[in-house]
């Protein structure tokens, strides 16, 4: 999912100028949005489209990424609502901040504090299209944003995040579904595989 993103947050501090990336599916990812190795976990997540169950899928995240947002040909095939481990929420702090100021962010790497001021709602300084004095606006539910980040849910720092996703014949997703005896993300993977050879 990292390789693949056109854009990446949080990037590794261990890698001049952070993770490189290949690209292809225009997606904002966020490193280790769901924290660290020891912050492994296993939680229901949507199941694959197209398939005759309609369970949930057992996703086992291990120092998992999450997509922030995703362009117009991307087909979001997943969300959870999550809270951001404390640096991914730093991370995203500082990119609501870049966004606010105009900048165009394709990799950032990880930021070191959290100043929480503010409280639990990301709130940042956007400047308006004409001449009027600058004001606060709550990204949440700013619709003039050219990015779309998902906005922190009221009292948290809970998200709604991207978890699974897919452009063309490339697939991606947060959890690890080779780790369980569920094997439907498996079976959409190879129907994907099928089709692209068919045209």
Request: proline share 6%; with cysteine; hydrophobic share 40%.
């Amino acid at each position: 999912m990292i390789l693949l993103a056109e854009r990446c947050v949080g990037t590794s501090a261990v890698i001049t100028d952070g993770q490189s990336l290949i690209g292809g599916i225009d997606i904002t990812v966020c490193r280790n949005y769901f924290g660290s190795q020891i912050s492994s976990f296993e939680m229901a997540t949507p199941p694959p489209p197209g398939l005759e169950s309609t369970d949930t899928f057992p996703g086992i995240f291990i120092r998992a990424p999450a997509i922030l947002s995703g362009g117009p040909d991307v087909e979001v095939l997943g969300k959870v609502v999550a809270t951001p481990c404390r640096q991914a929420a730093v991370t995203l702090q500082e990119l609501e901040r870049k966004i606010a100021a105009g900048e165009n962010v394709v990799k950032m790497g990880v930021v070191d504090a959290l100043d929480r001021k503010l409280g639990l709602e990301y709130i940042v300084v956007v400047k308006p299209a004409d001449d009027s004095p600058e004001e606060k606006k709550d990204l949440t539910t700013d619709e003039s944003k050219t990015i779309e980040l998902p906005g922190a849910a009221d009292g948290t720092n809970a998200r709604e995040v991207i978890c699974a996703a897919r452009k063309g014949n490339m697939l991606c997703t947060a959890f690890h579904p080779e780790l369980t005896d569920d094997y439907r993300w498996h079976e959409y993977f190879v129907k994907m595989v099928n089709e692209s050879m068919k045209s």
